[in-house]
Each structure stands twice: as C-alpha cells, then as structure tokens.
C-alpha cells in the first residue's frame, strides 16, 4: 500500500474527522463513510481512497460494487472486434450504415441500473459507447457515462460517483 503507512494512518491523514473506529460498529452518521464508495477502514482503498482492484473487491464480496454478466457468441464478437480495430471500415462492403448504432448490449443490475455498451458507425469507424442508466419515476435516466473503451470483451466499469456503488458489466464469450 501507499506510502509505508497503514490503512487507519492513511485514512486519519487524509479525513481528519474519521474516528479511526471501523465503520461497521459506528452508530452515528459519517460524512467520511458516507463520501467513500466503501469504509475508510477498508484495506482495499488506495492512497485517495480510491478501489485498489475492484476484482479484490468482488472477491470479497463488497456491497459496493455490482456485476452482472453477459455472453456473446464468438463469431459475433470477433466479426465486431475485428471491424472495431479497423482504422477506417468500408460501410459499403461490410452492410453497415453511417451514423448509426448497430448493436446493444445490456445488463440490468439488481437495484434497477442498467449498463448499455453501444456498438456504433461514425464517419469512417466503428467505436463502442459504454452508458449507465438509473431508474427513475419516467422509467430510465443517463446516470453516468466512462471513457470509450476499445474492446468489447471483458470488464467494462461503472463508477458514477464518490460513495456510490460502482457496476461492473462483464462480457465474455459463451462455451461451446
């Protein structure tokens, strides 16, 4: 970890009004326990307070991080990999129309979210849309939108705000 210092000194040093108590024995409200996706006391916190590995964190189980999982069928992910990795994709050629989204890919999570990875056309490229949408009383609204990612498979992550809880949509392939 971090500078040669332990968890609790870490975490005194940084929210100088932390008990240093674990947060799970506290009775009280806590701004520090509240603005952190997990307890101050946790030893899977970096420097910042930041998730070190969110596997580690699923891992143990954490309630503040959700995954859900979805399988595609190779020939589908490697046809749109293989597109995606192109530079500049000929439309004509490939069917495909400009401008436009081509494939969804969702997940819903057990509190409502869902987590879209959009496959879309540009100009002259594919590129991937990645969305997190939280319910609300009109149905679905845009909660948090990452980075593009450049890969269909594999770990897309969530994490729309301090002390909120962060999603994980997993895209693998399906066995044979």
Same mark, same amino acid.
């Given at each position: 970890?971090?500078?040669?210092?332990d968890?609790?000194?870490?975490?005194?040093?940084?929210y100088?009004?932390?008990?240093?108590?674990?947060?799970?024995e506290?009775?009280?409200?806590?701004?520090? +326990?509240?603005?952190?996706?997990?307890?101050?006391?946790?030893?899977?916190?970096?420097?910042d307070?930041?998730m070190?590995?969110?596997?580690?964190?699923?891992?143990?189980?954490?309630?503040?991080?959700m995954?859900?999982?979805?399988?595609? +069928?190779?020939?589908?992910?490697?046809r749109w990999?293989?597109?995606?990795?192109?530079?500049?994709?000929d &439309?004509?050629?490939?069917?495909?129309?400009?401008?436009?989204?081509?494939?969804?890919?969702?997940?819903? &999570?057990?509190?409502?979210?869902?987590?879209d990875?959009?496959?879309?056309?540009?100009?002259?490229?594919? &590129?991937? +849309?990645?969305?997190?949408?939280?319910?609300?009383?009109?149905?679905?609204?845009?909660?948090?939108?990452? +980075?593009?990612?450049?890969?269909?498979?594999?770990?897309?992550?969530?994490?729309? &705000?301090?002390?909120?809880?962060?999603?994980?949509?997993r895209?693998?392939?399906?066995?044979?």
């Amino acid at each position: 970890m971090g500078g040669g210092l332990d968890v609790k000194e870490r975490m005194r040093k940084m929210y100088r009004e932390w008990c240093g108590k674990p947060c799970s024995e506290c009775q009280t409200s806590c701004r520090v +326990d509240e603005a952190m996706p997990c307890s101050p006391d946790c030893e899977l916190l970096g420097e910042d307070g930041e998730m070190l590995d969110y596997r580690r964190c699923l891992d143990a189980g954490c309630d503040v991080i959700m995954l859900e999982e979805l399988r595609l +069928d190779r020939e589908t992910a490697e046809r749109w990999q293989r597109l995606l990795d192109m530079p500049s994709v000929d &439309f004509g050629k490939e069917n495909i129309d400009r401008d436009c989204t081509i494939e969804t890919w969702s997940v819903e &999570f057990e509190n409502g979210h869902v987590a879209d990875l959009k496959l879309c056309s540009g100009d002259s490229n594919l &590129f991937l +849309d990645a969305v997190l949408f939280e319910p609300c009383n009109i149905g679905l609204q845009e909660e948090f939108v990452p +980075d593009c990612p450049d890969s269909i498979l594999g770990d897309h992550i969530f994490a729309p &705000f301090e002390g909120r809880v962060n999603y994980v949509m997993r895209i693998s392939l399906k066995t044979e």
